[in-house]
C-alpha cells in the first residue's frame, strides 16, 4: 500500500510560510483572517496546511492590498 495516502497533513507556522513564500508575516496573517490562505488556530497561534501553501505557490499569488508578489519557481 502506498504509505503517503495515511501520512498526516503537515501544518506550518506563520513565520514558516512567510519565508517559503517570501512575504512578511504580517500579509500572511491578512490572507489568513481574509480567508485566502486556510489555516487552523491552536491557542493564540495560526497553523497553516503545508498543502495549502503549495497550492499558492504553485498558482502563483499576487496579495492586492500589499502588492507583494510570489511567483513559482518551477522547481
Same mark, same amino acid.
Given at each position: *500500500?502506498?504509505?503517503? #495516502? =495515511?501520512?498526516?497533513? !503537515? =501544518?506550518? %507556522?506563520?513565520? &514558516? +510560510? #512567510?519565508? *517559503? %513564500?517570501? +512575504?512578511? !508575516? *504580517?500579509? @500572511?496573517?491578512? *490572507? +489568513?483572517?481574509a480567508? &485566502?490562505?486556510?489555516? /487552523? !488556530? @491552536?491557542?493564540?497561534? =495560526? !497553523?497553516?496546511?503545508?498543502? #495549502? /501553501?503549495?497550492?499558492?505557490?504553485?498558482?502563483?499569488? @499576487?496579495?492586492e492590498?500589499?502588492?507583494?508578489? /510570489?511567483?513559482?519557481?518551477?522547481?
Amino acid at each position: *500500500m502506498n504509505e503517503q #495516502a =495515511f501520512a498526516p497533513p !503537515r =501544518f506550518l %507556522t506563520v513565520a &514558516e +510560510v #512567510a519565508e *517559503m %513564500t517570501r +512575504v512578511s !508575516r *504580517m500579509t @500572511v496573517y491578512r *490572507m +489568513v483572517h481574509a480567508g &485566502e490562505l486556510p489555516a /487552523v !488556530r @491552536v491557542g493564540r497561534s =495560526f !497553523r497553516v496546511p503545508e498543502a #495549502a /501553501v503549495q497550492q499558492l505557490i504553485a498558482a502563483g499569488l @499576487v496579495v492586492e492590498d500589499s502588492g507583494e508578489q /510570489v511567483e513559482s519557481s518551477g522547481g
